[in-house]
């Protein structure tokens, strides 16, 4: 099968009057007494391709009835020739030959018309929100991402290693995970039979993972470079736009690599990223720049260029204590960074994103590499303008002494990561590695505000429709 070229690639011919058929959905139709203007897009990319109906094609009766019945929304086959356009604001459009009602958008139920909708009206919609020139753009700038987080590992010797969902360990420790059971619920509750987990599918409680970390630790002991990229789930109850129950973290794992490894990596990684949307995703960056978030493409263009400013979470809790920003949680040594915290950090201190290092252990996990000063962890966190953490990742506690000291410490029972140990028992190595929350490289890339707007069908508190 030969596809037939997209309109994208209509729009970068050289027109000649060569046949061509264009496939798409009206946006919009405007009539005068010599012709008929419709704009037709197949989400090839943002612009519409122009196609031209002379009125005497509307002595065909069956054109002409379509052409009645043509509204916003319709989809369409237009045969015609590629010719070069005399209008402004385009450099070619079809002069139409054949029209093809194919589906019909009937405008009294249709619900995209022309007029702008509000973000949350379409987070309603959200099988139809796509039909729209931010979803379409959004939807378009995650391909081509999700693409370069690949090349830009196998470009670097990483392999891709495919972790599992349903998991029995908490790998953040942080308790929110939803569980998968395949008992009936329902028949114990109203039978009044406790629960045992024995006859559960597993043979023990199981849940679906938030971070794909502790197995891809695994292949890292034998592959040396490694990266997982895929959907992790949360229950956490946090109803904000920076949070998801269902989101998809990219997360590399270095053998031999120490923090500073593993900070070198994620600066370059997120300007390669960035750099590559700016040059390939050029007219929906346009787009949202001008329509979104003005002075978007300056900002990215910056990171871009300027390395990011570094601090340990020590100095950085001395700048929010010695501002005189007024917080809502007033920040102390030990306190979690929340994200006005986060804000302030790169928005009014480093004007920029900013890397901040060494936690203090109580706030993190217990697999990270505990500091000399047994109070802090070789933590790294990367936290950008607007919003905040957009990387949290570490070096790994590789000496199992102490990984098993902190595991007591924390109650963690040994016997089910007996394997995670085994790491450390047998050829163990210094280790980094990082999460970036997908979701959130779009918002920062496309200035989206609202996390459920970047990802296409958004899982939070009460909201799994679609
Ligand atoms: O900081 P987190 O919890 O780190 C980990 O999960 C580590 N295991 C990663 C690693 O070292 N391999 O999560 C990593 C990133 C955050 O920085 C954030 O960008 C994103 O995942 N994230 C979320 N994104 C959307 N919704 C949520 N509920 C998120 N929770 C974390
Ligand atoms: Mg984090």
């Not at 970068?12 to 046949?19: H, Y």
């Not at 009936?184 to 199981?206: H, N, Q």
Request: charged fraction near 25%; hydrophobic fraction near 40%; include cysteine.
């Amino acid at each position: 099968m030969t596809l037939l070229p997209t309109i994208k690639q209509l729009l970068s011919m050289e027109a000649v009057g060569q046949s061509v058929t264009v496939r798409g959905w009206v946006r919009t139709k405007r009539e005068t007494k010599q012709a008929v203007f419709l704009e037709v897009n197949d989400g090839s990319c943002l612009s519409n391709i122009q196609c031209v109906l002379d009125s005497f094609l509307r002595q065909n009766q069956s054109t002409n009835e379509s052409i009645l019945r043509l509204s916003t929304g319709a989809s369409v086959e237009i045969i015609g020739e590629l010719v070069p356009s005399p209008a402004k604001g385009q450099r070619v459009e079809v002069k139409c030959q054949q029209l093809k009602l194919i589906g019909e958008a009937p405008p009294e139920r249709y619900p995209l018309q022309k007029k702008a909708h509000s973000l949350e009206f379409l987070r309603e919609i959200a099988h139809l929100r796509v039909r729209t020139n931010t979803f379409a753009a959004v939807a378009r700038v995650r391909n081509r991402m999700a693409f370069a987080i690949h090349q830009f590992f196998q470009e670097r010797g990483f392999y891709y290693i495919h972790t599992p969902i349903i998991t029995t360990s908490d790998a953040e420790g942080a308790g929110a995970m939803f569980q998968v059971t395949s008992l009936d619920l329902e028949a114990l509750s109203k039978s009044g039979t406790p629960i045992d987990y024995e006859k559960d599918f597993f043979g023990k409680k199981a849940f679906l993972t938030v971070s794909g970390q502790l197995n891809v630790e695994t292949y890292c002991q034998a592959l040396s470079r490694v990266y997982t990229f895929g959907p992790t789930f949360r229950a956490e109850n946090s109803n904000t736009t920076r949070h998801l129950a269902e989101f998809w973290m990219i997360e590399p794992e270095m053998a031999f690599a120490h923090l500073d490894d593993n900070i070198a990596l994620a600066t370059e990684f997120i300007q390669y990223l960035v750099a590559i949307a700016l040059q390939d995703c050029a007219e929906d960056i346009a787009f949202f720049d001008q329509r979104i978030q003005p002075g978007l493409r300056e900002s990215l263009e910056r990171i871009v260029k300027t390395s990011f400013t570094r601090m340990s979470y020590t100095e950085a809790i001395r700048e929010l204590e010695d501002s005189n920003a007024v917080f809502e949680f007033k920040p102390y040594w030990g306190c979690d960074l929340q994200s006005e915290h986060e804000k302030f950090l790169t928005e009014k201190v480093a004007g920029g994103p900013v890397v901040v290092t060494d936690y203090p252990k109580e706030i993190k996990a217990f697999y990270m590499k505990q500091n000399e000063d047994g109070k802090t962890v070789a933590a790294m966190d990367v936290l950008v303008p607007r919003f905040g953490e957009i990387i949290g990742g570490s070096e790994r506690e590789w000496r199992l002494d102490l990984l098993e000291k902190r595991m007591e410490e924390l109650g963690l029972a040994k016997e089910p990561y007996q394997w995670y140990l085994d790491l450390r028992r047998y050829g163990s190595t210094p280790h980094s590695g990082f999460g970036l929350g997908f979701e959130r490289l779009l918002l920062y890339i496309t200035g989206m505000t609202n996390i459920r707007d970047v990802i296409p069908f958004p899982r939070a508190p009460r909201q799994a429709d679609f």
